[in-house]
Protein backbone atom coordinates (compact mmCIF):
# COMPACT_ATOMS: atom_id res chain seq x y z
CA UNK A 1 0.00 0.00 0.00
CA UNK A 2 1.56 3.10 -0.97
CA UNK A 3 1.09 6.78 0.92
CA UNK A 4 1.97 10.11 0.78
CA UNK A 5 4.17 11.42 3.19
CA UNK A 6 5.85 15.62 3.76
CA UNK A 7 9.58 16.02 3.40
CA UNK A 8 10.86 18.67 4.07
CA UNK A 9 7.54 20.82 2.52
CA UNK A 10 7.58 17.80 -0.24
CA UNK A 11 5.24 15.05 -1.23
CA UNK A 12 6.83 11.97 -1.66
CA UNK A 13 5.94 8.28 -1.99
CA UNK A 14 6.05 5.99 1.17
CA UNK A 15 4.93 2.09 1.37
CA UNK A 16 3.28 0.94 4.19
CA UNK A 17 5.60 -0.67 6.60
CA UNK A 18 8.96 0.82 5.46
CA UNK A 19 10.86 3.05 8.20
CA UNK A 20 11.11 6.93 7.50
CA UNK A 21 14.47 6.38 6.39
CA UNK A 22 14.08 3.50 3.65
CA UNK A 23 11.69 5.92 2.14
CA UNK A 24 13.69 8.92 2.22
CA UNK A 25 16.27 6.70 0.38
CA UNK A 26 14.07 5.30 -1.96
CA UNK A 27 13.09 8.90 -3.07
CA UNK A 28 17.13 10.36 -3.50
CA UNK A 29 16.76 11.68 0.39
CA UNK A 30 19.61 11.09 2.99
CA UNK A 31 19.83 11.33 6.17
CA UNK A 32 23.45 10.27 8.43
CA UNK A 33 23.63 7.36 10.15
CA UNK A 34 26.36 5.65 11.97
CA UNK A 35 24.83 2.19 13.55
CA UNK A 36 22.60 1.36 10.62
CA UNK A 37 23.05 -1.32 8.82
CA UNK A 38 20.91 -2.44 5.87
CA UNK A 39 18.98 -5.27 5.79
CA UNK A 40 19.41 -5.76 9.65
CA UNK A 41 16.61 -4.67 12.14
CA UNK A 42 17.69 -1.33 13.57
CA UNK A 43 18.94 -0.65 17.02
CA UNK A 44 18.44 3.18 16.55
CA UNK A 45 21.40 3.54 18.99
CA UNK A 46 23.36 6.22 17.56
CA UNK A 47 20.77 8.46 17.16
CA UNK A 48 22.71 10.42 14.01
CA UNK A 49 19.21 9.88 11.83
CA UNK A 50 16.99 12.04 13.72
CA UNK A 51 14.31 13.91 12.02
CA UNK A 52 11.64 16.37 13.41
CA UNK A 53 8.33 15.01 12.65
CA UNK A 54 5.06 17.68 13.52
CA UNK A 55 3.08 16.80 16.36
CA UNK A 56 5.93 14.96 18.15
CA UNK A 57 7.80 16.59 20.91
CA UNK A 58 11.23 15.11 20.92
CA UNK A 59 13.35 14.08 17.56
CA UNK A 60 12.94 10.62 16.38
CA UNK A 61 15.25 8.05 14.90
CA UNK A 62 13.98 7.34 10.89
CA UNK A 63 15.98 4.42 10.60
CA UNK A 64 13.37 3.03 13.19
CA UNK A 65 10.42 4.93 13.32
CA UNK A 66 7.60 3.61 10.83
CA UNK A 67 5.97 5.91 8.26
CA UNK A 68 2.24 6.64 8.05
CA UNK A 69 -0.24 8.24 6.11
CA UNK A 70 0.20 12.00 6.45
CA UNK A 71 3.67 12.40 8.42
CA UNK A 72 4.97 15.31 7.87
CA UNK A 73 8.96 15.14 8.86
CA UNK A 74 12.06 18.12 8.57
CA UNK A 75 15.49 16.32 7.90
CA UNK A 76 17.27 19.47 8.16
CA UNK A 77 15.91 21.81 10.35
CA UNK A 78 17.58 23.77 12.72
CA UNK A 79 17.05 21.61 15.61
CA UNK A 80 17.97 18.69 14.13
CA UNK A 81 20.77 19.48 12.68
CA UNK A 82 21.72 21.31 16.74
CA UNK A 83 21.28 17.51 17.38
CA UNK A 84 23.60 16.02 15.22
CA UNK A 85 26.35 18.00 15.27
CA UNK A 86 26.32 17.72 19.43
CA UNK A 87 25.87 13.50 19.19
CA UNK A 88 29.51 14.44 16.79
CA UNK A 89 30.99 16.51 19.63
CA UNK A 90 30.48 14.12 22.13
CA UNK A 91 31.64 11.40 20.23
CA UNK A 92 34.98 13.66 19.34
CA UNK A 93 35.25 14.37 23.30
CA UNK A 94 37.26 11.41 24.21
CA UNK A 95 38.06 10.83 21.04
CA UNK A 96 42.26 10.40 20.26
CA UNK A 97 43.08 13.15 18.35
CA UNK A 98 45.45 11.19 15.65
CA UNK A 99 43.47 11.45 12.54
CA UNK A 100 47.16 12.30 11.04
CA UNK A 101 48.31 8.72 11.90
CA UNK A 102 45.40 7.17 11.51
CA UNK A 103 44.82 4.47 9.59
CA UNK A 104 40.83 5.89 8.08
CA UNK A 105 42.06 9.37 7.88
CA UNK A 106 40.29 11.25 4.75
CA UNK A 107 38.02 7.03 4.69
CA UNK A 108 36.24 8.22 8.09
CA UNK A 109 32.78 8.29 8.46
CA UNK A 110 33.26 10.14 12.41
CA UNK A 111 35.46 12.47 10.25
CA UNK A 112 33.67 13.04 7.68
CA UNK A 113 30.42 14.01 9.87
CA UNK A 114 32.32 16.00 11.33
CA UNK A 115 33.46 17.97 8.20
CA UNK A 116 29.64 18.00 7.00
CA UNK A 117 28.18 19.53 10.45
CA UNK A 118 31.14 22.32 10.10
CA UNK A 119 32.15 20.70 13.85
CA UNK A 120 35.19 23.24 14.09
CA UNK A 121 36.13 23.53 17.41
CA UNK A 122 36.17 21.46 20.67
CA UNK A 123 33.28 22.79 22.69
CA UNK A 124 32.70 19.61 24.95
CA UNK A 125 35.90 18.28 26.72
CA UNK A 126 36.39 14.68 27.76
CA UNK A 127 38.87 12.45 29.60
CA UNK A 128 40.54 10.63 26.10
CA UNK A 129 40.59 6.93 25.81
CA UNK A 130 43.18 5.13 26.89
CA UNK A 131 42.23 1.80 25.92
CA UNK A 132 45.55 -0.38 24.65
CA UNK A 133 45.86 -1.55 21.10
CA UNK A 134 44.99 -5.46 20.47
CA UNK A 135 48.11 -6.16 18.22
CA UNK A 136 47.34 -10.33 18.84
CA UNK A 137 45.69 -11.30 15.66
CA UNK A 138 47.49 -12.12 12.96
CA UNK A 139 45.06 -10.62 10.52
CA UNK A 140 43.50 -7.61 12.63
CA UNK A 141 44.54 -4.70 14.89
CA UNK A 142 42.10 -3.23 17.24
CA UNK A 143 42.06 -0.29 18.43
CA UNK A 144 39.32 0.42 21.05
CA UNK A 145 40.23 3.91 21.89
CA UNK A 146 38.48 4.70 18.55
CA UNK A 147 35.12 3.03 19.01
CA UNK A 148 32.24 4.93 19.07
CA UNK A 149 30.03 2.00 19.99
CA UNK A 150 28.02 2.18 17.28
CA UNK A 151 27.75 -1.73 17.10
CA UNK A 152 28.21 -2.37 13.42
CA UNK A 153 31.18 -4.75 14.23
CA UNK A 154 29.11 -6.39 16.62
CA UNK A 155 26.25 -7.04 14.72
CA UNK A 156 28.03 -8.53 11.65
CA UNK A 157 30.02 -10.63 13.44
CA UNK A 158 27.03 -12.17 15.39
CA UNK A 159 23.92 -11.80 12.48
CA UNK A 160 25.95 -12.38 9.36
CA UNK A 161 28.79 -14.33 10.53
CA UNK A 162 27.26 -16.91 13.72
CA UNK A 163 30.72 -15.80 15.47
CA UNK A 164 30.70 -13.94 18.24
CA UNK A 165 33.71 -12.96 19.03
CA UNK A 166 33.26 -9.74 20.23
CA UNK A 167 30.46 -7.87 22.29
CA UNK A 168 29.67 -5.17 24.35
CA UNK A 169 31.13 -5.43 27.77
CA UNK A 170 30.22 -3.39 31.25
CA UNK A 171 27.78 -0.54 31.21
CA UNK A 172 26.61 3.25 31.06
CA UNK A 173 30.14 5.64 30.43
CA UNK A 174 31.93 2.30 30.69
CA UNK A 175 30.53 0.78 28.14
CA UNK A 176 33.39 -0.64 25.18
CA UNK A 177 33.27 -3.28 22.50
CA UNK A 178 35.79 -5.85 23.86
CA UNK A 179 36.48 -9.49 23.38
CA UNK A 180 35.72 -11.94 26.34
CA UNK A 181 37.45 -11.07 29.43
CA UNK A 182 39.51 -8.37 27.22
CA UNK A 183 41.14 -10.81 26.03
CA UNK A 184 43.15 -10.79 22.49
CA UNK A 185 41.09 -11.58 19.22
CA UNK A 186 44.01 -14.51 18.91
CA UNK A 187 42.09 -16.09 21.50
CA UNK A 188 39.02 -15.49 20.48
CA UNK A 189 36.54 -17.34 18.21
CA UNK A 190 37.14 -14.84 15.20
CA UNK A 191 37.73 -16.54 12.48
CA UNK A 192 39.46 -13.34 10.84
CA UNK A 193 36.97 -12.43 7.96
CA UNK A 194 37.40 -9.13 7.67
CA UNK A 195 33.58 -7.97 7.86
CA UNK A 196 34.17 -5.82 11.17
CA UNK A 197 36.90 -3.69 9.43
CA UNK A 198 33.93 -3.62 6.55
CA UNK A 199 31.47 -1.90 8.58
CA UNK A 200 33.65 0.18 11.31
CA UNK A 201 32.88 4.05 10.71
CA UNK A 202 36.70 4.80 12.40
CA UNK A 203 39.99 3.53 12.76
CA UNK A 204 38.87 1.06 15.50
CA UNK A 205 39.60 -1.84 13.26
CA UNK A 206 42.08 -2.42 10.60
CA UNK A 207 44.23 -4.98 9.02
CA UNK A 208 47.60 -5.69 10.47
CA UNK A 209 49.92 -4.31 7.95
CA UNK A 210 53.27 -6.56 6.27
CA UNK A 211 54.45 -3.23 4.47
CA UNK A 212 58.01 -3.48 6.16
CA UNK A 213 59.14 -6.70 5.69
CA UNK A 214 58.12 -6.36 2.30
CA UNK A 215 59.59 -3.09 1.68
CA UNK A 216 62.76 -5.07 2.75
CA UNK A 217 62.47 -8.01 0.63
CA UNK A 218 61.99 -5.95 -2.03
CA UNK A 219 65.30 -3.87 -1.52
CA UNK A 220 67.38 -7.06 -0.93
CA UNK A 221 69.21 -8.09 -3.66
CA UNK A 222 69.78 -11.45 -2.53
CA UNK A 223 66.11 -12.60 -2.63
CA UNK A 224 63.34 -13.27 -5.51
CA UNK A 225 60.33 -11.32 -4.37
CA UNK A 226 57.59 -13.06 -6.46
CA UNK A 227 53.94 -11.60 -6.07
CA UNK A 228 50.71 -13.45 -6.40
CA UNK A 229 47.33 -11.94 -6.98
CA UNK A 230 43.92 -12.96 -6.36
CA UNK A 231 40.98 -13.02 -9.37
CA UNK A 232 38.99 -10.24 -7.25
CA UNK A 233 42.02 -7.92 -7.07
CA UNK A 234 41.76 -6.64 -10.91
CA UNK A 235 38.43 -5.67 -10.75
CA UNK A 236 38.38 -3.83 -7.34
CA UNK A 237 41.62 -2.04 -7.17
CA UNK A 238 40.42 0.59 -9.56
CA UNK A 239 37.74 1.80 -7.11
CA UNK A 240 40.67 2.82 -4.83
CA UNK A 241 42.06 4.99 -7.19
CA UNK A 242 38.38 6.79 -7.89
CA UNK A 243 37.53 4.82 -11.15
CA UNK A 244 34.27 2.74 -11.67
CA UNK A 245 33.26 -0.08 -9.80
CA UNK A 246 34.42 -3.14 -11.68
CA UNK A 247 36.85 -1.94 -14.26
CA UNK A 248 39.49 -4.22 -14.85
CA UNK A 249 43.04 -3.02 -14.93
CA UNK A 250 45.08 -6.21 -14.66
CA UNK A 251 47.30 -5.38 -17.05
CA UNK A 252 48.23 -1.72 -15.64
CA UNK A 253 48.44 -3.36 -12.00
CA UNK A 254 50.75 -6.28 -13.37
CA UNK A 255 53.12 -2.55 -14.73
CA UNK A 256 52.33 -0.94 -11.50
CA UNK A 257 53.81 -4.11 -9.34
CA UNK A 258 56.88 -4.42 -11.44
CA UNK A 259 57.46 -0.68 -10.98
CA UNK A 260 57.13 -1.18 -7.41
CA UNK A 261 60.46 -4.19 -7.67
CA UNK A 262 58.44 -6.97 -7.58
CA UNK A 263 60.70 -9.76 -9.73
CA UNK A 264 58.27 -11.67 -10.68
CA UNK A 265 54.44 -11.05 -11.62
CA UNK A 266 51.84 -14.10 -11.58
CA UNK A 267 48.05 -14.33 -11.27
CA UNK A 268 46.72 -16.73 -8.90
CA UNK A 269 43.56 -17.58 -10.98
CA UNK A 270 46.26 -20.00 -12.43
CA UNK A 271 46.42 -21.61 -8.77
CA UNK A 272 42.21 -21.71 -9.35
CA UNK A 273 42.47 -23.51 -11.99
CA UNK A 274 45.02 -25.78 -10.44
CA UNK A 275 42.57 -25.52 -7.16
CA UNK A 276 39.70 -26.92 -9.75
CA UNK A 277 41.78 -29.84 -11.44
CA UNK A 278 42.26 -31.09 -7.57
CA UNK A 279 38.91 -30.53 -6.23
CA UNK A 280 37.11 -31.85 -8.77
CA UNK A 281 39.05 -35.09 -8.78
CA UNK A 282 38.47 -35.36 -5.21
CA UNK A 283 34.71 -34.38 -5.52
CA UNK A 284 34.61 -37.15 -8.52
CA UNK A 285 36.39 -39.99 -6.16
CA UNK A 286 34.30 -39.41 -3.25
CA UNK A 287 31.24 -39.80 -5.21
CA UNK A 288 32.68 -42.82 -6.48
CA UNK A 289 34.05 -44.34 -3.92
CA UNK A 290 31.79 -43.63 -1.20
CA UNK A 291 34.11 -40.77 0.37
CA UNK A 292 32.29 -38.38 3.20
CA UNK A 293 29.52 -36.01 1.73
CA UNK A 294 29.07 -33.73 0.89
CA UNK A 295 31.74 -32.40 -0.11
CA UNK A 296 32.69 -28.51 0.96
CA UNK A 297 34.84 -26.13 -0.67
CA UNK A 298 38.01 -25.33 1.13
CA UNK A 299 39.14 -22.18 -0.66
CA UNK A 300 37.98 -19.45 2.03
CA UNK A 301 40.23 -19.49 5.58
CA UNK A 302 37.52 -17.72 7.15
CA UNK A 303 35.45 -20.63 6.76
CA UNK A 304 38.05 -23.10 7.63
CA UNK A 305 38.60 -21.87 10.98
CA UNK A 306 35.02 -21.67 11.81
CA UNK A 307 34.49 -25.41 10.80
CA UNK A 308 37.31 -26.33 13.11
CA UNK A 309 35.92 -24.44 15.18
CA UNK A 310 32.31 -24.74 15.24
CA UNK A 311 31.76 -27.49 12.72
CA UNK A 312 34.56 -30.02 13.90
CA UNK A 313 31.95 -32.76 12.98
CA UNK A 314 32.03 -31.78 9.18
CA UNK A 315 36.20 -31.55 9.20
CA UNK A 316 35.89 -34.68 7.35
CA UNK A 317 33.66 -33.06 4.55
CA UNK A 318 35.95 -30.21 3.71
CA UNK A 319 38.10 -30.82 1.24
CA UNK A 320 41.80 -30.90 1.66
CA UNK A 321 42.93 -29.38 -1.19
CA UNK A 322 44.98 -25.58 0.10
CA UNK A 323 43.69 -22.59 -1.18
CA UNK A 324 44.26 -21.11 -4.39
CA UNK A 325 46.99 -19.01 -2.70
CA UNK A 326 49.06 -21.57 -0.82
CA UNK A 327 49.02 -23.62 -3.69
CA UNK A 328 50.10 -20.88 -5.94
CA UNK A 329 53.39 -20.23 -2.89
CA UNK A 330 54.08 -24.19 -3.19
CA UNK A 331 54.39 -24.46 -6.56
CA UNK A 332 56.43 -20.77 -6.37
CA UNK A 333 58.98 -22.93 -4.06
CA UNK A 334 58.76 -25.82 -5.95
CA UNK A 335 57.94 -26.07 -9.53
CA UNK A 336 59.11 -22.11 -10.37
CA UNK A 337 62.06 -22.26 -8.56
CA UNK A 338 63.24 -25.69 -10.10
CA UNK A 339 62.79 -23.97 -13.49
CA UNK A 340 64.65 -21.41 -12.77
CA UNK A 341 67.21 -22.81 -10.62
CA UNK A 342 66.52 -21.16 -7.57
CA UNK A 343 66.59 -22.34 -3.63
CA UNK A 344 62.72 -21.95 -2.51
CA UNK A 345 64.83 -20.27 0.75
CA UNK A 346 65.60 -17.09 -1.84
CA UNK A 347 62.31 -16.16 -2.70
CA UNK A 348 60.30 -14.34 -0.49
CA UNK A 349 56.65 -14.42 -1.94
CA UNK A 350 53.95 -12.03 -1.75
CA UNK A 351 50.03 -12.48 -2.24
CA UNK A 352 47.37 -9.84 -2.94
CA UNK A 353 44.32 -11.08 -1.35
CA UNK A 354 40.69 -9.17 -1.21
CA UNK A 355 40.75 -11.02 2.43
CA UNK A 356 42.02 -10.52 5.61
CA UNK A 357 42.03 -14.28 6.61
CA UNK A 358 44.58 -15.04 3.72
CA UNK A 359 47.02 -13.52 6.49
CA UNK A 360 46.20 -15.77 9.47
CA UNK A 361 45.91 -18.73 6.40
CA UNK A 362 49.58 -17.70 5.38
CA UNK A 363 51.05 -18.17 8.83
CA UNK A 364 49.50 -21.72 9.67
CA UNK A 365 51.55 -24.48 10.65
CA UNK A 366 50.17 -26.63 7.81
CA UNK A 367 50.87 -24.14 5.32
CA UNK A 368 55.12 -24.83 6.22
CA UNK A 369 57.31 -27.50 4.89
CA UNK A 370 61.04 -27.84 6.27
CA UNK A 371 60.98 -24.32 7.60
CA UNK A 372 59.57 -22.58 4.22
CA UNK A 373 55.79 -21.21 4.20
CA UNK A 374 53.88 -21.53 1.14
CA UNK A 375 53.43 -17.40 1.35
CA UNK A 376 55.65 -15.64 3.52
CA UNK A 377 53.85 -12.19 3.54
CA UNK A 378 49.95 -10.87 2.56
CA UNK A 379 48.73 -7.63 1.22
CA UNK A 380 44.63 -6.59 0.99
CA UNK A 381 43.31 -5.26 -2.12
CA UNK A 382 43.34 -1.68 0.03
CA UNK A 383 47.13 -1.77 1.16
CA UNK A 384 48.03 -2.62 -1.95
CA UNK A 385 46.66 0.78 -3.01
CA UNK A 386 48.37 2.41 -0.24
CA UNK A 387 51.89 0.89 -1.45
CA UNK A 388 51.45 2.10 -5.18
CA UNK A 389 50.68 5.42 -4.08
CA UNK A 390 53.69 5.22 -1.57
CA UNK A 391 56.06 4.86 -4.70
CA UNK A 392 54.66 7.35 -6.19
CA UNK A 393 53.01 5.22 -9.51
CA UNK A 394 50.02 7.26 -11.62
CA UNK A 395 48.33 3.92 -11.88
CA UNK A 396 46.00 5.05 -14.66
CA UNK A 397 49.10 6.62 -17.09
CA UNK A 398 50.69 2.98 -17.21
CA UNK A 399 50.68 1.12 -20.43
CA UNK A 400 49.35 -2.51 -19.44
CA UNK A 401 51.11 -5.70 -19.38
CA UNK A 402 50.98 -9.23 -18.93
CA UNK A 403 51.76 -11.64 -16.09
CA UNK A 404 54.25 -13.55 -16.02
CA UNK A 405 54.27 -16.79 -17.59
CA UNK A 406 53.71 -19.98 -17.22
CA UNK A 407 52.04 -19.35 -13.16
CA UNK A 408 50.04 -16.19 -14.97
CA UNK A 409 47.92 -17.84 -17.28
CA UNK A 410 44.38 -19.04 -16.52
CA UNK A 411 41.03 -19.90 -17.79
CA UNK A 412 38.15 -17.62 -17.04
CA UNK A 413 36.56 -20.29 -14.71
CA UNK A 414 39.94 -19.35 -12.41
CA UNK A 415 38.72 -15.66 -12.51
CA UNK A 416 35.28 -16.33 -11.79
CA UNK A 417 36.53 -17.78 -8.35
CA UNK A 418 36.17 -13.93 -6.52
CA UNK A 419 32.35 -14.04 -6.52
CA UNK A 420 29.98 -16.12 -4.75
CA UNK A 421 28.97 -19.37 -6.83
CA UNK A 422 32.38 -18.74 -8.92
CA UNK A 423 34.25 -22.09 -7.42
CA UNK A 424 31.06 -24.20 -7.82
CA UNK A 425 30.80 -23.06 -11.70
CA UNK A 426 34.37 -23.49 -12.49
CA UNK A 427 34.34 -27.08 -10.49
CA UNK A 428 30.80 -28.27 -12.39
CA UNK A 429 32.32 -27.24 -15.69
CA UNK A 430 35.67 -29.74 -14.75
CA UNK A 431 33.77 -32.59 -13.31
CA UNK A 432 31.32 -32.62 -15.84
CA UNK A 433 33.85 -33.44 -18.51
CA UNK A 434 35.74 -35.74 -16.21
CA UNK A 435 33.12 -38.04 -15.55
CA UNK A 436 31.17 -37.65 -18.89
CA UNK A 437 34.10 -37.21 -21.46
CA UNK A 438 32.01 -33.97 -23.24
CA UNK A 439 32.08 -30.57 -22.77
CA UNK A 440 29.45 -28.76 -20.69
CA UNK A 441 27.40 -26.88 -23.58
CA UNK A 442 26.15 -23.91 -21.62
CA UNK A 443 29.14 -23.30 -19.21
CA UNK A 444 26.83 -20.79 -17.77
CA UNK A 445 25.29 -22.16 -14.57
CA UNK A 446 22.90 -19.47 -13.61
CA UNK A 447 21.18 -21.22 -10.56
CA UNK A 448 25.01 -20.07 -8.74
CA UNK A 449 25.47 -16.69 -9.70
CA UNK A 450 23.75 -14.31 -8.32
CA UNK A 451 24.38 -12.04 -4.19
CA UNK A 452 22.06 -14.49 -2.27
CA UNK A 453 23.52 -15.23 0.41
CA UNK A 454 22.47 -19.01 -0.36
CA UNK A 455 21.48 -20.52 -3.77
CA UNK A 456 20.65 -24.36 -4.56
CA UNK A 457 20.68 -26.04 -8.08
CA UNK A 458 19.85 -29.86 -8.95
CA UNK A 459 22.94 -30.52 -11.79
CA UNK A 460 22.63 -33.18 -13.85
CA UNK A 461 26.24 -34.68 -15.02
CA UNK A 462 25.56 -38.20 -17.06
CA UNK A 463 23.64 -40.34 -14.81
CA UNK A 464 24.08 -38.74 -11.79
CA UNK A 465 22.20 -35.59 -10.40
CA UNK A 466 24.31 -33.73 -8.10
CA UNK A 467 22.73 -31.62 -5.64
CA UNK A 468 24.93 -28.22 -5.00
CA UNK A 469 24.68 -25.61 -2.52
CA UNK A 470 26.53 -21.91 -2.45
CA UNK A 471 26.72 -20.11 0.65
CA UNK A 472 27.67 -16.41 1.49
CA UNK A 473 28.30 -15.69 5.19
CA UNK A 474 28.98 -18.03 7.84
CA UNK A 475 25.40 -17.78 9.35
CA UNK A 476 23.95 -19.33 6.17
CA UNK A 477 26.73 -21.93 6.21
CA UNK A 478 25.72 -22.71 10.29
CA UNK A 479 21.79 -23.00 9.22
CA UNK A 480 22.82 -25.21 6.19
CA UNK A 481 25.06 -27.47 8.18
CA UNK A 482 22.60 -27.83 10.52
CA UNK A 483 19.97 -29.28 8.22
CA UNK A 484 22.32 -31.51 6.93
CA UNK A 485 23.25 -33.06 10.25
CA UNK A 486 19.29 -33.26 11.16
CA UNK A 487 19.45 -35.63 8.26
CA UNK A 488 19.05 -33.83 5.06
CA UNK A 489 21.29 -36.16 2.45
CA UNK A 490 20.35 -34.32 -1.06
CA UNK A 491 23.61 -32.14 -1.06
CA UNK A 492 26.33 -33.50 -2.61
CA UNK A 493 28.76 -30.21 -2.65
CA UNK A 494 28.57 -27.17 -1.12
CA UNK A 495 31.18 -23.60 -1.17
CA UNK A 496 31.44 -21.74 1.63
CA UNK A 497 32.59 -18.18 1.67
CA UNK A 498 33.27 -16.20 4.90
CA UNK A 499 32.25 -12.91 3.14
CA UNK A 500 28.58 -11.87 1.64
CA UNK A 501 28.79 -12.19 -2.01
CA UNK A 502 32.36 -13.79 -1.85
CA UNK A 503 35.70 -12.65 -2.53
CA UNK A 504 34.50 -9.18 -4.25
CA UNK A 505 33.20 -8.52 -0.83
CA UNK A 506 36.39 -9.54 1.31
CA UNK A 507 37.61 -7.69 4.66
CA UNK A 508 40.46 -6.37 2.47
CA UNK A 509 38.04 -4.73 -0.06
CA UNK A 510 37.78 -0.80 -0.38
CA UNK A 511 35.94 0.27 2.64
CA UNK A 512 32.33 1.65 2.17
CA UNK A 513 31.22 -0.48 -1.07
CA UNK A 514 27.68 -0.45 -1.47
CA UNK A 515 25.70 -3.24 -3.25
CA UNK A 516 25.81 -1.56 -6.76
CA UNK A 517 29.93 -1.98 -7.03
CA UNK A 518 29.36 -5.56 -5.84
CA UNK A 519 27.00 -5.76 -9.15
CA UNK A 520 29.05 -4.16 -11.25
CA UNK A 521 32.36 -6.35 -9.83
CA UNK A 522 30.13 -9.45 -10.40
CA UNK A 523 29.21 -8.50 -13.69
CA UNK A 524 32.88 -7.58 -14.88
CA UNK A 525 33.85 -10.98 -13.70
CA UNK A 526 30.88 -12.81 -15.97
CA UNK A 527 31.96 -10.24 -18.68
CA UNK A 528 35.56 -11.75 -18.69
CA UNK A 529 34.05 -15.40 -18.76
CA UNK A 530 31.62 -14.59 -21.88
CA UNK A 531 34.52 -13.33 -23.47
CA UNK A 532 37.52 -15.23 -23.00
CA UNK A 533 38.15 -19.04 -24.85
CA UNK A 534 39.14 -21.03 -22.31
CA UNK A 535 36.50 -21.27 -20.08
CA UNK A 536 37.86 -24.36 -18.28
CA UNK A 537 39.94 -25.07 -16.16
CA UNK A 538 41.49 -28.47 -17.74
CA UNK A 539 42.20 -26.49 -20.47
CA UNK A 540 44.14 -24.49 -19.64
CA UNK A 541 47.80 -25.13 -21.31
CA UNK A 542 49.46 -24.46 -18.21
CA UNK A 543 47.62 -26.63 -16.67
CA UNK A 544 48.18 -29.28 -18.80
CA UNK A 545 51.66 -28.64 -18.48
CA UNK A 546 52.40 -28.42 -14.84
CA UNK A 547 50.89 -32.38 -14.58
CA UNK A 548 52.57 -33.32 -17.54
CA UNK A 549 56.25 -32.01 -16.77
CA UNK A 550 55.71 -31.85 -12.59
CA UNK A 551 53.06 -33.05 -10.78
CA UNK A 552 51.48 -35.89 -12.49
CA UNK A 553 48.07 -36.97 -11.67
CA UNK A 554 45.62 -35.41 -9.84
CA UNK A 555 45.58 -36.68 -6.32
CA UNK A 556 48.47 -37.99 -6.85
CA UNK A 557 51.57 -38.27 -4.70
CA UNK A 558 53.40 -35.11 -5.31
CA UNK A 559 50.25 -33.27 -5.79
CA UNK A 560 48.88 -34.78 -2.15
CA UNK A 561 52.06 -33.35 -1.25
CA UNK A 562 52.75 -29.93 -2.55
CA UNK A 563 48.99 -28.89 -2.73
CA UNK A 564 46.62 -30.62 0.07
CA UNK A 565 46.40 -29.84 3.46
CA UNK A 566 45.12 -31.04 6.77
CA UNK A 567 42.97 -29.59 9.47
CA UNK A 568 42.66 -29.52 13.34
CA UNK A 569 39.87 -28.92 15.93
CA UNK A 570 40.13 -25.73 17.61
CA UNK A 571 38.66 -24.64 21.10
CA UNK A 572 37.42 -21.67 21.66
CA UNK A 573 39.14 -20.46 25.05
CA UNK A 574 36.77 -17.76 25.21
Not at 66 to 72: Q, R, T
Not at 164 to 188: E, P, Q
Not at 417 to 441: H, N, P, Q, W
Not at 542 to 550: A, P
Request: proline fraction near 4%; hydrophobic fraction near 35%; charge should be neutral.
Amino acid sequence: MNFTIEVNNKQIKAQKGETILSALNRNGMTVPTLCHMKDLFPSGACRMCVVEMEGARNLITACSYPVYDGMKIKTHSDRVVKARKTIVELLLSNHPDDCLYCERNKNCELQSLSEELNVRERRISGNKNTHKLDLSSPSIVRDPAKCILCGRCVRVCEEIEGVSAIDFVGRGSNTIVNTAYNKGLNISSCVNCGQCIMVCPTGALTEKAHFGEIHTAINNPAKKVVIQYAPAISITLAEEFGLKPGKNIIGKMNAALRKIGFDVVFDTSFSADLTIIEESAELIQRIQNGGKLPMITSCCPGWVKYAEQFKQDFLENVSTCKSPQQMMGAVINTYYAEMEGLKSEDIYSVAVMPCTAKKFEQQRDEMTTKGITDVDAVLTTRELAKLIRLYGIDIESLEPELADSPLGTRSSAGKIFATSGGVMEAAIRTAYFKITGKELLKFKIPQVRGLERRKEAKIQIGDLEIGVAVVSGLKQAEILLDEIAEGRDDIHFIEVMACPGGCLNGGGQPIGTEDKALIARMKALYEIDDKESIKVSHKNPSIVEIYDKFLGEPLGHKSHELLHTTYQKRNVLL
